[in-house]
């Protein structure tokens, strides 16, 4: 059975026409310079820098190949041992706004992209690094998992997938950290870009100059890809767009931890508290990947608890992580059943980090299970499994 987890829905952009390499070249594709303040790393014909534009087809295909290379090592670690692989696809037909990963037992897991992921606005080699380190945080980036819908629960898929802050948090504290270690020229480029309060955050959390600087080339990729997840948002809800930035952080706190993509200011912070912890992934293991697999349990939470800054700038953000969430035990009840109440019928749903919820039918509906254990409310004369008679 396939097992999706979308990074962005599936909106088709009319305006996505045509081959990737023939994106403009113009800057209007998401300038960081506009958004940062500087216009260091550009080169001297006033073209965009790889870093303001879109990638190009072999730029795309290369950033995949790489990220997918540094958790090779992970996927065939991964229960059963040598069974398991990491491959890429990108769509090149379609213009659907679309990133996201597939699981299938005894299968590769898969990052696949559509091309008109590739040339949304505000879309840069830079974000589009971060984002597909984000697709390979849902296979490598542990506790928490999404444990609605996660398909599998004996741990035979090798991995659960990750939540969307958590594969958020890993993009920017693990995987782009090892992704760009090695392009000092670049990184250091970007921590002249930011101003001097952007790089206190990371001259505060890292000691060397090295660190610092890629630090900083992280935040700049974060705040160009924050820029992009408002507008994607706004697409999907309309309203007036109000890009996250550094210093006007979500203050809102998470009752529970949120599976789902939290507001674009909260996924900005997250990514800033990923770049600026310094404790990193060690071995080949997956972070709380413990019985019972894909759970918020305890096991699982204290499993994964050395691998992420607890306290401090580096921590998840509250918006959407709340290490105090109580994981409910949904074993006797099981995910969702038929119940009635005072006469009135309706679906109840058990999650481990949300709890009890009940929907409830509406006039003359009743509650049907289908043969696959799927509960949910129909008009009397419909069959479940059959549709209407």
């Not at 879109?54 to 041992?81: F, G, K, M, S, W």
């Not at 770049?275 to 990947?289: H, L, M, Q, R």
Request: aromatic content about 8%.
């Amino acid at each position: 059975m396939k097992f999706y987890v979308i990074l962005a829905s599936s909106v088709l952009l009319s305006a996505c026409t045509g081959e990737v390499d023939d994106v403009p070249t113009d800057g209007t594709h998401g300038n960081s310079a506009a958004v940062i303040g500087g216009t260091a790393g550009a080169p001297a014909d006033g073209a965009p820098s790889a870093g303001e534009r879109p990638p190009t087809r072999e730029e795309a295909e290369a950033i995949l190949e790489r990220v997918v290379a540094l958790y090779q090592d992970h996927a065939a670690a991964a229960n059963p041992a040598g069974t398991h692989k990491i491959s890429w696809r990108i769509d090149w037909e379609s213009d659907a706004v679309s990133a996201h990963v597939l699981l299938n037992p005894g299968e590769d897991w898969t990052i696949e992209v559509s091309k008109g992921w590739l040339t949304v606005s505000s879309m840069t080699t830079e974000v589009f690094a971060l984002t597909m380190c984000h697709e390979m945080g849902h296979f490598i980036g542990g506790f928490p998992f999404k444990t609605s819908g996660r398909g599998d629960s004996t741990g035979a898929l090798g991995t659960s997938v990750s939540s969307e802050g958590q594969a958020d948090y890993f993009a920017t504290k693990d995987c782009l950290p090892r992704l760009w270690a090695n392009e000092t020229e670049a990184n250091a480029a970007a921590f002249a870009e930011l101003d001097p309060s952007a790089r206190e955050r990371c001259t505060t959390a890292y000691s060397d100059l090295a660190s610092q600087q890629l630090c900083g080339r992280i935040l700049v990729a974060s705040l160009q890809t924050g820029r992009l997840y408002e507008e994607q948002a706004v697409l999907q809800a309309p309203r007036e767009i109000v890009y996250p930035q550094f210093d006007t952080p979500d203050t809102t706190e998470a009752a529970v931890t949120k599976e789902g993509h939290a507001p674009s200011q909260c996924r900005l912070d997250t990514l800033v508290a990923g770049a600026v912890c310094s404790v990193k992934e060690t071995g080949t293991g997956i972070p709380g990947f413990v019985p019972p697999y894909g759970e918020y349990s305890s096991a699982s939470q204290e499993a994964a608890r050395p691998f992420a800054c607890q306290t401090g700038p580096g921590a998840r953000p509250r918006c959407w992580f709340q290490p105090d969430t109580v994981a409910t035990d949904c074993s006797e009840l099981g995910q969702q059943a038929c119940v009635v109440e005072d006469g009135v019928q309706g679906v109840r749903y058990c999650d481990t980090t949300s709890g009890v919820t009940y929907y409830w039918c509406i006039l003359d509906e009743v509650c049907k299970t289908s043969s696959d254990g799927v509960a949910d409310c129909y008009a009397p004369d419909v069959d479940p499994e059959e549709g209407s008679r």
